[in-house]
């Protein structure tokens, strides 16, 4: 049974930084893509990043380019999501979720975690 959960969210001020988590079982962790998803109130789910399976690619959504990293420790089946200079307007859960293939689409992925409430406060 594959399981994603993720850990690190909760309330912090505008600009500060928070570091997001998703410790990945029951698959095999260093064939999946790893990408982070943002849902907000009365928003659609949107894309934050991807990672590669190896680590060796990212990409980024263009309003947290600059400000977030994503990485990932093969060896602890865990994904990573640095977020830095954070605003208000980033207050949303974040999803982690696993994909065979490398890309940006929600629909694209195979597994995803339960999510962590990021809250942005002015």
């Known amino acids: 049974q594959v399981q994603l959960v993720e850990s690190g969210g909760g309330l912090v001020q505008t600009g500060g930084s928070l570091r997001l988590s998703c410790a990945a079982s029951?698959?095999?962790?260093?064939?999946?893509?790893m990408g982070w998803f943002r849902q907000a109130p009365g928003k659609e789910r949107e894309f934050v990043a991807v990672?590669?399976?190896?680590?060796?690619?990212?990409s980024y959504a263009v309003s947290v380019k600059g400000r977030f990293t994503i990485s990932r420790d093969n060896a602890k089946n865990t994904v990573y999501l640095q977020m830095n200079s954070l605003k208000p307007e980033d207050t949303a859960v974040y999803y982690c979720a696993a994909d065979r293939l490398y890309d940006t689409r929600a629909l694209s992925y195979d597994y995803w975690g339960q999510g962590t409430q990021v809250t942005v406060s002015s």
């Open positions: 990672i590669s399976r190896s680590g060796g690619m990212t």
């Open positions: 029951g698959l095999t962790f260093s064939t999946y893509a």
